[in-house]
């Protein structure tokens, strides 16, 4: 199989395993879950609320499916499709949130107060919600908030640790919301983007109990150097809520598995090697690039050999190049493209579910043997966190455009 095949194969199977976590079918059969229970969502007595990358595609299921026509939907500028019945469609930043997050996030609670213990709020979340609904906490500022968020990501932190610090900045995180609602129920749908499911970090939690305590936001704005101001304004969170009843939907392993079914159907012998990468991005491409070589090293006339991962790798911002941009699927795919250089047949992608990789218009990047000598000082680049200018430069940067899901980042590496 030629690299130009392999490439294509490679990118075709990502966005064939995208689409099959498209939201739609599983917002309908979190929905038909509900109705077996002995309280029914009545359209005319619903509120929906949909925060998060994939806010939009839910919205618009459960618009279909329930004719819920009063509500708003908050994401992430570029997601919106258009119209939803009479839904408000709300777009704000991410990943660090801005007024018009405030201002969206206000305008969802102004559509919760006053309910009563007839009402419903039908509120679907998926991943994204924590910069998208935002609505700092008395005595804290969209700067303190805005500024330990940006820390956060550039030291490294995991989602878990940011999303920590987030729910006790915020008014609406950390089961505020539900708060908020009550006394009417709440029905929560939830795509995940957190590895292990952990329902009180998807979007930081806004209708779930918090697990975690003030202590443990402190130890963590301790450990990344947090201004003091920050820490001072950690609040504590709700431990116990009695107005929600949650379903959990949709998975970076639900990803995985799609990916490796089409893998096979293209004649590969596949290998999940996990569902749980969470290191550094770059490292994380070094490691592949070493079982690609292992592969290459030990080849024997047999079927072309695959290797896919699911989860959530982590940047660390080294380098201090003016201009400099990535994400973690770019910088996972230009530190493989190094330790792949002049391999024959191995084709190595990452991609972010959401079709956006950090600040950028990319998913992510797809890259051959050939790629790092199509990149003018690749291995400066890569320590500068340049990644998205130097896979432009190649030719190898993987745009899909806004997918509407979000179940965090599948990486692929396929040797022919």
């Not at 619903?46 to 990358?53: F, N």
């Not at 009479?86 to 969206?104: C, D, F, M, S």
Request: charged residues 20%.
């Amino acid at each position: 199989m030629s690299v130009a095949k392999l490439r294509e194969t490679v990118t075709g199977v990502i966005r064939g395993a995208i689409d099959a976590v498209l939201p739609e079918s599983a917002v309908r059969d979190a929905l038909a879950s509900f109705f077996h229970t002995p309280h029914t969502l009545a359209p005319d007595r619903t509120v929906l609320v949909a925060v998060g990358k994939a806010a939009w595609r839910m919205a618009s299921a459960a618009h279909e499916a329930l004719g819920v026509d009063r509500g708003c939907v908050i994401t992430k500028d570029g997601h919106s499709m258009g119209p939803i019945g009479g839904l408000e469609i709300l777009e704000a930043a991410h990943p660090v949130p801005e007024e018009r997050n405030v201002a969206a996030t206000k305008r969802a609670l102004s559509m919760v107060e006053g309910l009563s213990a007839e009402d419903s709020v039908l509120f679907l979340v998926s991943g994204g919600g924590s910069a998208l609904f935002e609505l700092p906490a008395p005595g804290v500022s969209l700067a303190d908030v805005a500024d330990a968020t940006s820390r956060l990501l550039a030291s490294g932190a995991g989602i878990v640790e940011i999303n920590t610090l987030r729910k006790h900045l915020s008014s609406v995180k950390g089961g505020r919301f539900a708060l908020a609602c009550a006394p009417a129920s709440v029905r929560a749908v939830v795509l995940s983007d957190v590895l292990g499911d952990r329902l009180d970090s998807i979007a930081s939690g806004p209708a779930c109990p918090d697990s975690t305590t003030r202590a443990d936001a402190i130890a963590i704005a301790k450990k990344y150097k947090l201004p003091e101001n920050i820490a001072l304004a950690l609040t504590e969170t709700p431990k116990e809520l009695h107005n929600v009843e949650t379903r959990i939907t949709g998975s970076v392993s639900v990803l995985c598995e799609a990916a490796r079914r089409l893998l096979q159907r293209e004649g590969f012998d596949v290998t999940l090697l996990t569902t749980t990468l969470d290191c550094e991005a770059s490292a994380a491409g070094s490691f592949f690039a070493a079982i690609a070589r292992e592969a290459v090293i030990k080849r024997k006339p047999a079927a072309p050999t695959a290797f896919i991962a699911g989860g959530e790798t982590v940047v660390r911002l080294k380098g201090l190049k003016k201009g400099a941009k990535g994400g973690r699927c770019q910088e996972m795919a230009l530190a493989a493209a190094l330790g792949i250089s002049g391999l024959p047949d191995v084709v190595f992608a990452a991609a972010g579910s959401d079709g956006t990789d950090g600040p950028t218009d990319a998913a992510g990047g797809v890259v051959d043997g050939g790629t790092a000598n199509r990149i003018m000082a690749p291995t400066a680049m890569l320590e500068d966190n340049d990644s998205y200018h130097a896979l432009e430069s190649s030719g190898d940067l993987l745009i899909t455009g806004p997918t509407g899901t979000n179940v965090n980042d599948i990486a692929i590496l396929a040797v022919a």
